[in-house]
């Protein structure tokens, strides 16, 4: 049970708020793009292919910019926003950082 005098931080991967005790002691993994790079949320990344888009019959085209990534649980996966495609993940074999 926590104490009345934790303080708490909004943890946005689950969209809940947590003891910052909680959040201080989970580890933090590296999440790298396909070259390598280290990204961190809020970086902007461009696409190194064109994908298609499961559920939304739409492609995205090599180059396209996606804008304030955020981090999941899963290394390999990054949660995007787009202009037509709500809910996007993105894995992060198929960008770069910008």
Known sequence: MTGADDDYVYDEATGEWRPASEMQAAPTREVRDAAGNVL????????IKDLKVKGANQTLKQG????SIRLTDDPDEIDCRHDTIKGLVL????????
């Open 40 to 47: 961190t949320n809020g970086d902007s990344v461009t696409l």
């Open 64 to 67: 396209t910019v996606i804008r």
């Open 91 to 98: 894995r992060t074999e198929f960008v770069r950082k910008r």
